[in-house]
């Protein structure tokens, strides 16, 4: 990785610290820019044989992952690595920055021993000296510096250092041999933080304690040997390892698989059937799948939908208005609590300001609770949290559960150190674990021959890894340059589109589409002509009847850092309005309209309804347009429950949708809106594709990527 010539510009080779331009204050964003590593240099040079030298944090990540169930349930440990110095759009845009470098044993035995104690016991040994057998290579350069060529041809003298550790819960306290239920980071129980675990003190207890107390009353398995990543048995230590401090915030398993999936949805149904009887319970769980069009219920979300959460919380942003009518207001703005909370920590850059006023607000949650409607994005980050634990009660007030002492939901107390000591959390994520195990574990194992295939699977990943050494040196060189021909293809075929101005009216079924399109021509014609376009007399307007072009989409590309992107922040979204989608429905997507640049928020904008995408020329200038129905807004603000604005269908003076052609260049980016259900059931014959023509009123899904969370306020 730090001789990969395509990561020369995008590397950061000293820890330092960034500051804002706008008031001077201290923001985190690229790994290197966390006190962690700042700390980790600060002790390297206090060593005269290592000053000066290039600080090189190794990232460490576990999790397991099946490739056939059919064929012997086979399963595979692998363990990856990254260096912290590359960038976090490098590393999340999947470009080489994570690799395998080993695969931890899984030792299986019969029921019978499975869960005694020895067998546990041998269980955890084996994993801490797997993973000290494949890290002790690391060593030696941990304390003497090595020489190594770096992407822009230069060399350096480098010191290696064990950096974050991601993984799940569970290998966490395996990670920091401590037992299920426990805080890996502070000492005692989930329900009180008082001491950070540490390695000196680790070891106090072990000396002085015996192996009772240390499992009573610290929550430590003190008998256990194991490599120095782990401090409690400094047998073959690691320098400048501490365990407790490396374990890393997890977005991924902590809150939308964790406190979202495995928590709250699952209290929305103990709560249905704690309040109503089976058959009604069951009924409103079958309406809140038919409104979220699933089909199916939550304990089914594996695999696939399990990225699919992270990617955009889809699942997640679409279940709040689902349920709303059928719990309590209080379980509703829970729900928006977490997921305000799950944006805000995926920001790209986080400030100063924004930690300091979480931080208190984590201290002082359950004194005082702020106010629901909050105008700026820091507000909403100092409230997030607060509004969670507050309104979350409601769960445990009317007995759906007993305590809130529970590991994930835990560790959202620990997301404003982590964030000081490693940066922006979407950088340290199991998501880019998972991504990765499709290219370095299953495609590998499906190309093998099944037998004995492990080996097969490290020879494949080996030659993957040169041919990517090998691209990446022959694109420095300028061979891979202007190769490849470009084949052009026509976008669609089958159906022919209106190739005319009163044809497309036809299709469309708008008879004033003619009139429409001259208002549009005659504002672009007179931009600083003041009147609004549809009180402009027909007569003055423009007449257009002859050729046009009609497209069933069009792309949007706009600056999106926090979401998953290219490599410059850029992301690209496809905007469809097509009169036969999948060969069974017509499909016209919703967008943000820019209406007002100077106004923030929604304030600016407006949700319209696409209809049809096309152009023409007229005097021999080329207008790409959009054909749209506005939606209205309802209030001035957003709904006080969810945050979310609610709109409703535009219609005109004599009752008819509210038309419009506009430039296509007003077009933000796509936007989502969710029905506002009610408390009826959604009728069982209704299909996805009617909703945005069947109900009266709507959310604007601000919720949909973070993108539109910051800009749906």
């Given at each position: 990785?730090?001789?990969?010539?395509?990561?020369?510009?995008?590397?950061?080779?000293?820890?330092?610290?960034?500051?804002?331009?706008?008031?001077?204050?201290?923001?985190?964003?690229?790994?290197?820019?966390?006190?962690?590593?700042?700390?980790?240099?600060?002790?390297?040079?206090?060593?005269?044989?290592?000053?000066?030298?290039?600080?090189?944090?190794?990232?460490?990540?576990?999790?397991?992952?099946?490739?056939?169930?059919?064929?012997?349930?086979?399963?595979?440990?692998?363990?990856?690595?990254?260096?912290?110095?590359?960038?976090?759009?490098?590393?999340?845009?999947?470009?080489?920055?994570?690799?395998?470098?080993?695969?931890?044993?899984?030792?299986?035995?019969?029921?019978?021993?499975?869960?005694?104690?020895?067998?546990?016991?041998?269980?955890?040994?084996?994993?801490?000296?797997?993973?000290?057998?494949?890290?002790?290579?690391?060593?030696?350069?941990?304390?003497?510096?090595?020489?190594?060529?770096?992407?822009?041809?230069?060399?350096?003298?480098?010191?290696?250092?064990?950096?974050?550790?991601?993984?799940?819960?569970?290998?966490?306290?395996?990670?920091?041999?401590?037992?299920?239920?426990?805080?890996?980071?502070?000492?005692?129980?989930?329900?009180?933080?008082?001491?950070?675990?540490?390695?000196?003190?680790?070891?106090?207890?072990?000396?002085?304690?015996?192996?009772?107390?240390?499992?009573?009353?610290?929550?430590?398995?003190?008998?256990?040997?194991?490599?120095?990543?782990?401090?409690?048995?400094?047998?073959?230590?690691?320098?400048?390892?501490?365990?407790?401090?490396?374990?890393?915030?997890?977005?991924?398993?902590?809150?939308?698989?964790?406190?979202?999936?495995?928590?709250?949805?699952?209290?929305?149904?103990?709560?249905?059937?704690?309040?109503?009887?089976?058959?009604?319970?069951?009924?409103?769980?079958?309406?809140?799948?038919?409104?979220?069009?699933?089909?199916?219920?939550?304990?089914?979300?594996?695999?696939?939908?399990?990225?699919?959460?992270?990617?955009?919380?889809?699942?997640?942003?679409?279940?709040?208005?689902?349920?709303?009518?059928?719990?309590?207001?209080?379980?509703?703005?829970?729900?928006?609590?977490?997921?305000?909370?799950?944006?805000?920590?995926?920001?790209?850059?986080?400030?100063?300001?924004?930690?300091?006023?979480?931080?208190?607000?984590?201290?002082?949650?359950?004194?005082?609770?702020?106010?629901?409607?909050?105008?700026?994005?820091?507000?909403?980050?100092?409230?997030?949290?607060?509004?969670?634990?507050?309104?979350?009660?409601?769960?445990?007030?009317?007995?759906?559960?007993?305590?809130?002492?529970?590991?994930?939901?835990?560790?959202?107390?620990?997301?404003?150190?982590?964030?000081?000591?490693?940066?922006?959390?979407?950088?340290?994520?199991?998501?880019?674990?998972?991504?990765?195990?499709?290219?370095?574990?299953?495609?590998?194992?499906?190309?093998?021959?099944?037998?004995?295939?492990?080996?097969?699977?490290?020879?494949?990943?080996?030659?993957?890894?040169?041919?990517?050494?090998?691209?990446?040196?022959?694109?420095?060189?300028?061979?891979?340059?202007?190769?490849?021909?470009?084949?052009?293809?026509?976008?669609?075929?089958?159906?022919?589109?209106?190739q005319t101005i009163p044809a497309l009216a036809e299709e469309l079924n708008i008879p004033g589409l003619p009139n429409l399109l001259g208002h549009f021509l005659f504002q672009q014609l007179h931009p600083k002509d003041p009147c609004d376009p549809s009180d402009i007399p027909l007569t003055?307007?423009?007449?257009?009847?002859?050729?046009?072009?009609?497209?069933?989409?069009?792309?949007?590309?706009?600056?999106?850092?926090?979401?998953?992107?290219?490599?410059?922040?850029?992301?690209?979204?496809?905007?469809?309005?097509?009169?036969?989608?999948?060969?069974?429905?017509?499909?016209?997507?919703?967008?943000?309209?820019?209406?007002?640049?100077?106004?923030?928020?929604?304030?600016?904008?407006?949700?319209?309804?696409?209809?049809?995408?096309?152009?023409?020329?007229?005097?021999?200038?080329?207008?790409?347009?959009?054909?749209?129905?506005?939606?209205?807004?309802?209030?001035?603000?957003?709904?006080?429950?969810?945050?979310?604005?609610?709109?409703?269908?535009?219609?005109?003076?004599?009752?008819?949708?509210?038309?419009?052609?506009?430039?296509?260049?007003?077009?933000?980016?796509?936007?989502?809106?969710?029905?506002?259900?009610?408390?009826?059931?959604?009728?069982?014959?209704?299909?996805?594709?009617?909703?945005?023509?069947?109900?009266?009123?709507?959310?604007?899904?601000?919720?949909?990527?973070?993108?539109?969370?910051?800009?749906?306020?």
């Open positions: 990785m730090l001789a990969n010539p395509t990561y020369a510009n995008e590397i950061d080779y000293c820890p330092y610290q960034e500051y804002s331009t706008e008031g001077d204050k201290r923001q985190w964003k690229d790994f290197m820019s966390g006190d962690w590593a700042w700390d980790q240099a600060d002790e390297i040079a206090k060593d005269l044989s290592t000053l000066s030298s290039t600080f090189v944090p190794v990232i460490l990540g576990s999790d397991k992952t099946t490739v056939s169930v059919g064929m012997g349930n086979n399963e595979y440990y692998p363990l990856y690595a990254s260096i912290g110095n590359i960038r976090n759009n490098v590393r999340q845009a999947h470009r080489d920055g994570v690799a395998v470098i080993g695969f931890l044993a899984m030792p299986k035995t019969t029921k019978e021993h499975a869960t005694k104690a020895v067998f546990r016991k041998f269980h955890r040994q084996l994993f801490h000296s797997s993973l000290s057998k494949i890290l002790n290579m690391l060593k030696p350069g941990m304390t003497t510096p090595e020489v190594t060529r770096f992407g822009d041809s230069h060399y350096r003298r480098v010191i290696y250092g064990l950096g974050p550790y991601i993984a799940d819960y569970e290998e966490q306290a395996l990670l920091a041999c401590i037992m299920c239920g426990w805080c890996p980071k502070y000492i005692f129980d989930l329900d009180e933080d008082m001491l950070h675990r540490c390695r000196e003190y680790t070891e106090a207890l072990i000396q002085e304690g015996s192996l009772g107390d240390l499992w009573d009353d610290f929550g430590i398995v003190g008998e256990l040997v194991v490599c120095s990543t782990n401090p409690s048995r400094n047998t073959n230590d690691f320098p400048r390892a501490n365990i407790h401090q490396m374990i890393s915030p997890d977005i991924l398993y902590q809150l939308v698989k964790g406190a979202f999936k495995d928590h709250l949805v699952e209290w929305v149904e103990k709560y249905l059937r704690h309040t109503h009887t089976k058959q009604k319970a069951d009924q409103i769980m079958d309406d809140i799948d038919c409104r979220i069009a699933t089909g199916r219920g939550f304990k089914q979300w594996t695999g696939d939908d399990s990225k699919a959460l992270m990617k955009n919380l889809l699942i997640l942003q679409v279940y709040l208005p689902a349920i709303k009518g059928h719990v309590p207001v209080n379980g509703v703005r829970t729900f928006r609590a977490l997921l305000e909370f799950c944006y805000l920590v995926r920001c790209n850059i986080i400030t100063e300001d924004t930690l300091v006023e979480i931080e208190d607000t984590v201290e002082t949650h359950a004194s005082h609770v702020r106010s629901l409607i909050c105008s700026s994005l820091y507000c909403c980050f100092y409230n997030a949290l607060s509004r969670f634990h507050h309104y979350r009660n409601i769960f445990r007030t009317t007995g759906v559960v007993p305590t809130f002492s529970l590991p994930r939901q835990h560790s959202l107390k620990h997301y404003v150190q982590n964030i000081r000591l490693f940066a922006a959390p979407n950088d340290l994520c199991s998501l880019i674990i998972e991504n990765k195990h499709i290219k370095a574990v299953k495609e590998p194992w499906r190309r093998s021959s099944h037998y004995n295939a492990l080996g097969q699977i490290l020879v494949t990943n080996q030659q993957l890894d040169k041919l990517s050494a090998a691209q990446a040196d022959f694109t420095c060189w300028g061979m891979l340059t202007g190769t490849c021909l470009s084949v052009t293809m026509d976008a669609l075929e089958g159906k022919k589109h209106a003055k307007c423009p007449l257009y009847l002859s050729k046009i072009s009609v497209f069933n989409s069009a792309s949007s590309r706009f600056y999106a850092p926090s979401d998953l992107s290219g490599i410059g922040g850029m992301h690209v979204e496809h905007i469809r309005s097509c009169p036969i989608w999948r060969n069974e429905y017509q499909c016209h997507d919703c967008v943000f309209v820019n209406t007002d640049s100077s106004l923030p928020g929604m304030q600016g904008l407006k949700v319209a309804h696409v209809r049809a995408f096309f152009s023409f020329r007229y005097q021999g200038r080329l207008y790409p347009c959009a054909l749209i129905s506005w939606f209205d807004k309802v209030g001035d603000a957003p709904d006080e429950d969810t945050g979310m604005w609610i709109v409703r269908p535009g219609f005109g003076a004599d009752g008819a949708p509210g038309y419009m052609v506009i430039h296509i260049d007003s077009i933000y980016r796509a936007a989502h809106l969710i029905p506002m259900y009610g408390m009826q059931f959604v009728p069982r014959e209704l299909k996805f594709y009617h909703s945005y023509d069947t109900f009266q009123a709507y959310y604007v899904d601000k919720y949909s990527d973070h993108h539109a969370f910051e800009i749906a306020f």
